[in-house]
């Protein structure tokens, strides 16, 4: 041991080595990555939807045609929202649910609906707010004050093109889009194979018959 440390009280040597020990310990654990991190919720959403159904090859096929076809689809919206939880952008599919479904309330009671929605997702600093510009986001505060069944379209429409132009893109090149399409690829392939098996045996009886 050096001289200056060997005059140091046991203490303070004990504490260097603690905080040693701590620094090295940290530095060997991985800390995990955003991709990492990002591929595993995938991974966990993709699950969390085959449970439910896995879409058939023509919807995954339709889906990669155009947004509008995910979005004019229940599934293909579930399946899209379970992309967007992976990105931590859910709210923007959120927004546009709860536009669609406010479209649908009754008259008596949009003013109350209409001021849940901004507050939620509208106006800045919401709990799940969405990304608006300022003068759509003003004009939908002034719509909201006399609320009626059309008060949110511009703040819908310009959250379905945000979602169209840019998540989207991402989606198609997504490793949950890439599984669903491999599961159908698999499945086809399986049922290919038995129905293949199936009249091979057949003709096996037959033959052994004759």
Same mark, same amino acid.
């Given at each position: 041991?050096c001289?200056g440390?060997a005059?140091?009280?046991?203490?303070?040597?004990?504490?260097?080595?603690?905080?040693?020990?701590?620094?090295?310990?940290?530095?060997?654990?991985?800390?995990?990555?955003?991709?990492?991190?990002?591929?595993?919720?995938?991974?966990?959403?993709?699950?969390?939807?085959?449970?439910?159904r896995?879409?058939?090859?023509? *919807?995954?096929?339709?889906?990669?045609?155009?947004?509008?076809?995910?979005?004019?689809?229940?599934?293909?919206?579930?399946?899209?929202?379970?992309?967007?939880?992976?990105?931590?952008?859910?709210?923007?599919?959120?927004?546009?649910?709860?536009?669609?479904?406010?479209k649908?309330?009754?008259?008596?009671?949009?003013?109350?609906r209409?001021?849940?929605?901004?507050?939620?997702?509208? *106006?800045?600093?919401?709990?799940?707010?969405?990304?608006?510009?300022?003068?759509?986001? *003003?004009?939908?505060?002034?719509?909201?004050?006399?609320?009626?069944?059309?008060?949110?379209?511009?703040?819908?429409?310009?959250?379905?093109?945000?979602m169209?132009?840019?998540?989207?893109?991402?989606?198609?090149?997504?490793?949950?889009?890439?599984?669903?399409?491999?599961?159908?690829?698999?499945?086809?392939?399986?049922?290919?194979?038995?129905?293949?098996?199936?009249?091979? *045996?057949?003709?096996?009886?037959?033959?052994?018959?004759?």
């Open positions: 041991m001289k440390l005059t140091l009280p046991a203490t303070c040597l004990k504490s260097a080595k603690d905080i040693k020990h701590k620094i090295s310990f940290l530095l060997q654990k991985p800390e995990p990555q955003a991709a990492d991190q990002k591929q595993t919720k995938e991974k966990t959403v993709a699950a969390a939807v085959a449970v439910k896995v879409p058939t090859a023509a *919807e995954v096929e339709k889906w990669k045609e155009s947004f509008s076809h995910v979005m004019s689809s229940e599934m293909g919206r579930t399946v899209f929202a379970s992309f967007l939880k992976s990105e931590f952008s859910e709210e923007n599919m959120d927004f546009w649910v709860a536009c669609e479904d406010y649908k309330t009754a008259s008596s009671k949009l003013q109350i209409a001021k849940q929605i901004y507050q939620q997702y509208v *106006e800045a600093d919401a709990p799940n707010e969405v990304n608006l510009d300022a003068v759509t986001r *003003e004009e939908t505060r002034q719509n909201v004050e006399n609320a009626c069944q059309s008060c949110f379209n511009e703040a819908q429409k310009m959250i379905f093109t945000l169209e132009k840019d998540s989207y893109r991402r989606f198609l090149n997504s490793k949950l889009i890439q599984d669903l399409g491999q599961t159908q690829t698999t499945a086809a392939q399986e049922k290919k194979e038995k129905k293949n098996c199936d009249c091979a *045996e057949n003709r096996q009886a037959l033959t052994g018959g004759a």
